[in-house]
């Protein structure tokens, strides 16, 4: 009898946005789909043989498909801490000088007209890429996305000018290992920190219940009171550094991240 052989299975590679081929003869324009002219609001047809399954300068399935979902979101304002509710509970001063010293005063007070179509677009195709992707780095990271039918892209440090965000920590990454988040949160909460149960409410401090209610908001894309997520609370301690230093039983450890990567990482998700 004929020895029984095992023929190795071939593994097809996984497509992605980097190496997907669009098939030839497909011509469609970077700016196809729009303008909509009398089609605003209404889904896109992800049936439609212009669209490619991934496009990385234009319109693709799955960017529609995002964009579909969106269709049944309200897209809301920015909620922005109230100027004058802060100035009569005196707490407008240490809020400021605690968002300034986060790197972020100004985009936590500067409001914009809202274009709910745009920012729907926006959503739909935001994308974190970076020019060497074995070396993700603050210099080499980029955020892209499509408005009105026009590829988008901009650079972190482009974005830091836009919105006027610190570039002091120019980090791309979330320090899982943070070693002052047991402390830190003790200092400033009424119970022990736990995994499950981390909450804004449990913030002693009126003014820094009023901060991180603004940054998880501003940029953690959270609307009510909720759990503070580690990105938030060492948001919060970049905010109180030099207090903290005085603190003897806290261990010390900057925190690097930068916050115009949280902003963009906030559309990207």
Known sequence: MAPRTKQKAVKTPKITRENYVPPPGNNAPTSFLWPRVGQEGQPINIDD????????????????????????????????GHVNTLVSLRLDTDVFETLH???????????????????????????????DPSNPTYENCSF?????????????????????????RREVVVTNKFTPTDRFWDLIANESLTS?????????????RVIVKMVSNLLFAKDQTSKVTKGELQMLYSGLEDDIRRARDIPIQSVTTNPGYHLIWMFYS
């Open 144 to 168: 892209s996305f499509l408005a009105d039918g026009k590829f988008c892209s901009l650079s972190v440090d482009k974005l830091k000018e836009i919105y006027d965000i610190s570039d002091e």
């Open 196 to 208: 499950r149960k981390v909450y804004q409410s449990q913030i002693r401090n009126p003014t820094l």
């Open 101 to 131: 010293a986060m790197g972020i005063a100004p985009l936590c007070y500067r409001t914009h007209e809202l274009y709910p179509d745009l920012v729907q677009q926006v959503l739909a195709t935001a994308h974190i890429g970076y020019d």
């Open 49 to 80: 043989l212009m669209l490619f399954d991934f496009n990385c300068e234009g319109w693709d399935k799955e960017s529609a498909k995002w964009y579909n979902s969106l269709l049944h979101i309200e897209i809301l304002p920015t909620r922005f």
